[in-house]
């Protein structure tokens, strides 16, 4: 598969990698110093790419969205920080008949912690002995806060629960690529659920899958679509 990588930090480096390890061709790797405004996103530039795979900054990200979408270039996004224009963004890529897949995390231990996280949520609905909290904790250079797991962590967990306050706590601080722990606090007793990243190279081998699995389709998916095989 042909591969244009957008954003040429950490985890572009990572996709990278990981990419050629599987046998892909990289097309070309967009720094963002160049990419102003998604201006180096050209038709030229991205000559023969199946797919993208953005990790940018949160203001870089809907420029670089409308320039690929318009180009019909499938994406796959791990940028944070824009949820809150995810409808613009599904208008635009639905209207123009492109593909968009975005997740704010591409390992599978944290779609196993939704969904451990929605059954506690679930069996703990109406049972004010139990406090809750979220904590979650990434490297010094990560710019949104709360993380954008922890803000989709939140978002089911208030739809199964929505009388219980579902406070996070960021931190950013060394190297840490990233924690998120939903603690239940009782009077006599508690309940932890962690995930803990060792490696960007999870991300990356996510991301890679999913480049792998969205060219030919058309509309907007997440992550937990990709795993779970339904459509958003």
């Known amino acids: ?51 993208a795979v953005e990790f940018t900054r949160p203001e870089a990200v809907m420029a670089n969205l409308d320039r690929l979408s318009a180009l019909g270039v499938p994406v796959v996004t791990g940028t944070t920080g824009w949820s809150g224009r995810l409808d613009e963004v599904r208008g635009m890529v639905e209207s123009r008949g492109a593909a968009l897949l975005h997740a704010a995390n591409f390992s599978l231990g944290i779609q196993l912690l939704y969904r451990a996280a929605a059954e506690l949520a679930r069996a703990l609905r109406g049972r004010p002995e139990f406090e809750a909290h979220l904590l979650e904790r990434h490297h010094k250079e990560k710019r949104d806060a709360p993380s954008g797991t922890a803000l989709a962590l939140v978002q089911r967990l208030r739809a199964i629960d929505p009388d219980r306050d579902w406070p996070v706590t960021s ?62």
């Open 1 to 51: 598969m042909r591969i244009a990588i957008v954003g040429d930090g950490r985890m572009g480096r990572a996709v990278r990698a990981t990419a050629l390890s599987r046998g892909h061709e990289i097309v070309t790797v967009v720094a963002g110093r160049e990419n102003a405004d998604g201006r180096a996103l050209t038709a030229e530039r991205l000559a023969g790419a199946e797919v």
């Open 171 to 232: 931190v950013r601080s060394g190297w840490v690529p990233g924690t998120h722990a939903l603690e239940l606090e009782g009077r006599h007793e508690s309940l932890t659920l962690t995930h803990t990243v060792r490696d960007r190279a999870v991300f990356a081998e996510g991301a890679v899958l999913a480049a792998e699995w969205l060219p030919g389709r058309r509309g907007v998916y997440t992550f937990e679509d990709l795993l779970s095989g339904e459509a958003s």
